[in-house]
């Protein structure tokens, strides 16, 4: 039976763009010196992971507006 792996990239806004800051639940270190998502992403491409859903949020008031994106990575478990 095959079986998989999964990952969980919480993104968040910065700089005018879009950076990976939470994996699994855990604080990315140095996430604003990181690629910006679109890069870490092509990086967990090379580690076989597949990009498989994006899920979106935005939550707050015209004054305090907050948005972030999950990423839900998957790769075949050896």
Known sequence: MQK???K???CIYHSE??????????D???WKQA???????N????QGWELVNLAT??????????EW?????KRRKE
């Open 57 to 66: 949020s935005a939550a707050g008031s015209h004054t305090d507006h907050s």
């Open 69 to 73: 994106f999950r990423l839900a990575f």
């Open 4 to 6: 998989w792996e999964y």
């Open 28 to 30: 990315i270190k140095n």
């Open 17 to 26: 763009d879009w950076y990976p800051a939470y994996e699994n639940g855990q």
């Open 43 to 46: 990086q967990l491409g090379e």
């Open 35 to 41: 690629p910006s998502i679109a890069g870490y992403s």
């Open 8 to 10: 969980f990239i919480d």
